[in-house]
């Protein structure tokens, strides 16, 4: 993994944002981005119905994603708001771009990036799982199954813990499997996701970087 290229600006709240595929790379060099969500040019409002953002399905409704208006050194970005039954969105990419883990003959990397990523207040989850709320899909509509989804509760899924958050990540629909390094409430950061799809089965690998340096996320 060499670098992150995929531009994605954000402020989130706990709740499943999923797009079908988003950056192809090699195992060696570096792919095209596929898709780049700069929310500065959208209208504030609503995201869905702008720039081919949709409503994943028709049951979960509350509390649609919001682009919201720059503040400070945070550019024009988007909130989600993890309530019960909290909307859900996706945008789907042309299938040259899409993901797909399942087809190829050699090693390749797919990568998302969520840039300016704060938590305004983590949701106390009461299992301590938390909660689900970035994924890819190579399925059309944003439906499951999803692969690479990114997780977030209260650090280590203790509920009066309200200044502290930890991260969470599922391969493939099984039980996310959370870090160990607690990060901060209104603190802004840069994560990179990277799913290697290797040929053969139940052999890839998903990894999460925190405010990567340099030309690997990895440093």
Known sequence: ???????IRKNLL???LAVAGLLAGGSVSFGAVAFDADFSTYTLGTLNTQNSWAQIGTTATASPIQVIAASGVVPQS????????AAQSYRDLPSAS??????GTEAKTFYYVLENFKVIAAMNSTTSTGQGFFALTGTIGGASPTSARLFLRRFGGITTDTTRFDLGLSASGATAVYGTTPLTVGSSYKIVVAYTANPGLANDVVKVYVNPVGLNPAT
Request: proline share 12%; net charge positive; aromatic share 4%.
């Open 14 to 16: 706990p709740v499943l």
């Open 98 to 103: 899409r993901f797909d883990p399942t087809t």
């Open 78 to 85: 988007i909130r989600v708001t993890g309530v019960a039954s």
């Open 1 to 7: 993994m060499n670098k992150p290229t995929n531009k």
